[in-house]
């Protein structure tokens, strides 16, 4: 398992911008598929993007497309999520995730490693 720690969080009008950020303890984080998960008050924490451990695959939740962009950087151990055209109903806590496999991420539940969590406020 590796340690993630999340920065970047904050809060934001509807419209706006945030870039999250995770990084990874360890030596192997390119072995590591990459994602990001969020969980709203009152509902369930669901998946948001998912990146290959080389960076040459992604996969998104239907409700961000074309506004968020996953990507990491393998030198830096960190992989980022790039939120555009934020809503109110994006408010949530994100999470950032590692598992050995792209799809093991995809389906969530038992994952690898989770971060803490960061805050995210999207005011109408």
């Known amino acids: 398992q590796v340690q993630l720690v999340e920065s970047g969080g904050g809060s934001v009008q509807a419209g706006g911008s945030v870039r999250l950020s995770c990084t990874a303890s360890?030596?192997?984080?390119?072995?590591?598929?990459m994602g990001w998960f969020r969980q709203a008050p009152g509902k369930e924490r669901e998946f948001v993007a998912v990146?290959?451990?080389?960076?040459?695959?992604?996969y998104y939740a239907d409700f961000v497309k074309g506004r968020f962009t996953i990507s990491r950087d393998n030198a830096k151990n960190t992989v980022s999520l790039q939120m555009n055209s934020l809503k109110p109903e994006d408010t949530a806590v994100y999470y950032c995730a590692a598992d050995s496999t792209v799809g093991r991420l995809r389906a969530g539940g038992d994952v690898g490693s989770w971060g803490q969590g960061t805050q995210v406020t999207v005011s109408s």
């Open positions: 360890g030596r192997t984080f390119s072995s590591y598929a």
């Open positions: 990146i290959s451990g080389r960076g040459s695959l992604t």
